[in-house]
């Protein structure tokens, strides 16, 4: 297993979903550090920045996903009809 020390990250979201946030990465591991909300502006109100310092073991708790299945053939495929970035 191997132990990630040091790890940084900056969480964005809103305070409910930043503490929640929190909460799930501290259950993974261990918080050296947690920084303070910092209150976004403009299109972002309501929301904020958070850094956090982590160190977590990884572990081998969930089976791996069995490989995907590649086709090199696109017959019988669909074609959706998304708007192209031009015309919006």
Do not use: K
């Amino acid at each position: 297993m191997a132990t990630i020390t040091g790890l940084e990250v900056w969480l964005t979201g809103t305070p409910t979903e930043l503490d929640a946030a929190t909460d799930a990465l501290a259950a993974a591991g261990r918080l050296a550090q947690r920084g303070q909300h910092h209150p976004m502006t403009g299109a972002d109100t309501g929301r904020a920045r958070l850094y956090l310092r982590l160190t977590i073991t990884a572990t081998n708790r969930r089976p791996a996903r069995p490989a995907r299945r590649t086709s090199v053939s696109d017959q019988g495929g669909t074609v959706l009809p998304f708007p192209d970035r031009r015309t919006g």
